[in-house]
């Protein structure tokens, strides 16, 4: 069954304190895999898509990589204003796309 | 401009109810999509209209029922209206199918069901 198990489930950080967030996932025959942001009370917004392994993408403080198992969004120098919930999916054959639960990322001052 | 909105942003209502969620994108997109956001956060596809014919329509409730009268606008009729439909729904769109997985996605509707 495809799946996708995105970890920690919430992630506290300080402002400048960089960190990893997890996405592992099963699929068969993965068609790209994608990272959205959710703020509270929004739609998720578009981040990123990866298609193949070693395959990576930067915008701003945010880095996303892709092997044949996982994806890792990186953040480095984390802001405030980079407070939001992560999700992670999966296209697979049918072309739906299938989320993760998320990562939670708080960003203190 | 707003490109993909939905109406209304709160539901509010008793079991047993019929009611409906409308959604327009003014991106000239060919798909779009309906999906259910439980209390986890977790986000799971309902629907998909390509140019107004249903792709993907996964295992929900008959009760649940997509329109699409043309490729802007997906409306989502619910019959019989249940607790454990309370959730937040999302409507979103794509460019095309294939490259599906860039979507965006409408502010949502919170539905409560009482």
């Known amino acids: 069954e495809d799946q996708v198990t995105q970890s920690p489930e919430a992630l506290r950080l300080q402002e400048g304190e960089s960190s990893s967030l997890n996405c592992s996932y099963t699929?068969?025959?993965?068609?790209?895999l994608f990272w959205y942001r959710q703020d509270p009370g929004k739609g998720p917004e578009f981040l990123f898509t990866?298609?193949?392994a070693g395959e990576e993408k930067e915008k701003e403080r945010l880095k996303a990589t892709l092997t044949k198992k996982e994806s890792f969004l990186h953040i480095t120098a984390p802001k405030p204003e980079d407070s939001a919930t992560y999700l992670c999916?999966?296209?697979?054959?049918?072309?739906?796309?299938?989320f993760g639960q998320g990562t939670e990322l708080s960003v203190k001052p | 401009d707003t490109a993909v909105s939905q109406t209304p942003k709160y539901l509010v209502t008793q079991m047993g109810n019929d009611k409906s969620i409308k959604c327009e994108q003014n991106?000239?997109?060919?798909?779009m999509y309906w999906y259910k956001q439980d209390s986890k956060k977790f986000l799971k596809i309902m629907f998909s209209?390509?140019?107004?014919?249903?792709?993907i329509n996964e295992t929900v409730p008959n009760r649940f029922s997509p329109k699409s009268p043309d490729k802007a606008h997906l409306n989502l009729h619910i019959n019989s209206l249940e607790l454990g439909d309370s959730a937040v729904y999302f409507c979103?769109?794509?460019?095309?199918?294939?490259?599906?997985?860039?979507?965006?996605f409408g502010p949502g509707t919170r539905l409560t069901v009482t």
């Open positions: 979103a769109s794509s460019l095309k199918m294939t490259g599906a997985g860039e979507q965006y």
């Open positions: 699929v068969s025959g993965l068609r790209g």
């Open positions: 990866l298609y193949s």
């Open positions: 999916a999966v296209q697979a054959r049918g072309g739906k796309l299938i």
């Open positions: 991106l000239g997109h060919d798909t």
């Open positions: 209209y390509n140019n107004k014919e249903l792709i």
